[in-house]
Antibody, heavy 119, light 107 residues
Framework: EVQLVESGGDLVQPGGSLRLSCAASGFTFSNYWMTWVRQTPGKGLEWVANIGQDGGEENYVDSVKGRFTISRDNAKNSLYLQMNSLRAEDTAVYYC????????????WGQGTQVTVSS | DIQMTQSPSTLSASVGDRVTITCRASQTTGAWLAWYQQKPGRAPRLLIYKASNLESGVPSRFSGSGSGTEFTLTISSLQSDDFATYYCQQYSSFPLTFGGGTKVELK
C-alpha cells in the first residue's frame, strides 16, 4: 500500500525557516517524480514544486522560487521541502504527493502538515 | 500561468441525481487535465486523468470529457459517498494549476 506521511509543520515567525519531510513507503520511491502541493482556505490548492527521480531536476511556482528548495534522499525514501524567508501567505496545509512523470498529475497524496507563519 | 475556472462553486443535489461540473482553462491544455475529489480533513483523491481516463478503483459512475479549454466531470448517479469538493488540475504547462473547486452538497 502506498503511504506518504508528512511531518515538520509548525508555527513560525515571518522571515523564519522550516523543513518539511515526507516519508514514503509501499512503492519504489526512486522511480517516481515527487511533488509538494499546498492548500489554503482562501486560495485553494496550489502546486508548489516537483523533483525528478534522481533529484536532478526541480520545478517551482514563481511565488516560492529562491525561498523554497525541494530535495529527496532515495536511500531514505524521503522527500523534503526547505522553506526560508517565510511569509504570512505561505500559511497552508502542505501535501506531499507522488507523480507519474515530469509534468503530470499526482496519483497518491499524504495527509498533509500544517504550516502557520505568524508573529 | 493557465487559470482554471470551475462552475458552479457550489452544487446542491440529491442521491441519484446526475451531476455535471465544468472546468474552463484560460488557454488550451490539450487533454492534460485531472480531476480530484476531496473530503473535509482528507487529502485529494485522483479520479480522472488525461481528461477522460478513470483512475483504477474509482467507481464507473464518474466520467470525464472535454479537450482544449473546456472540460466536464459527470457523476451519473450521485451516491452519499460522493458529497465532497471536486477540483480540476491542468498539467499542460508549469506551474500546474488547479481550479477553485466545486462543493457538492446535499439538497
Amino acid at each position: 500500500e502506498v503511504q506518504l506521511v508528512e511531518s515538520g509543520g509548525d508555527l513560525v515567525q515571518p522571515g523564519g525557516s522550516l523543513r518539511l519531510s515526507c516519508a514514503a513507503s509501499g512503492f519504489t520511491f526512486s522511480n517516481y517524480w515527487m511533488t509538494w502541493v499546498r492548500q489554503t482556505p482562501g486560495k485553494g490548492l496550489e502546486w508548489v514544486a516537483n523533483i525528478g527521480q534522481d533529484g536532478g531536476e526541480e520545478n517551482y511556482v514563481d511565488s516560492v522560487k529562491g525561498r523554497f528548495t525541494i530535495s529527496r534522499d532515495n536511500a531514505k525514501n524521503s522527500l523534503y521541502l526547505q522553506m526560508n524567508s517565510l511569509r504570512a501567505e505561505d500559511t497552508a496545509v502542505y501535501y506531499c504527493a507522488r507523480s507519474t512523470g515530469w509534468r503530470t498529475y499526482s496519483d497518491y497524496w499524504g495527509q498533509g502538515t500544517q504550516v502557520t507563519v505568524s508573529s | 500561468d493557465i487559470q482554471m475556472t470551475q462552475s458552479p462553486s457550489t452544487l446542491s443535489a440529491s442521491v441519484g441525481d446526475r451531476v455535471t461540473i465544468t472546468c474552463r482553462a484560460s488557454q488550451t491544455t490539450g487533454a492534460w487535465l485531472a480531476w480530484y475529489q476531496q473530503k473535509p480533513g482528507r487529502a485529494p483523491r485522483l479520479l480522472i486523468y488525461k481528461a477522460s481516463n478513470l483512475e483504477s478503483g474509482v467507481p464507473s459512475r464518474f466520467s470525464g470529457s472535454g479537450s482544449g479549454t473546456e472540460f466536464t466531470l459527470t457523476i451519473s448517479s450521485l451516491q452519499s459517498d460522493d458529497f465532497a469538493t471536486y477540483y480540476c488540475q491542468q498539467y499542460s504547462s508549469f506551474p500546474l494549476t488547479f481550479g477553485g473547486g466545486t462543493k457538492v452538497e446535499l439538497k
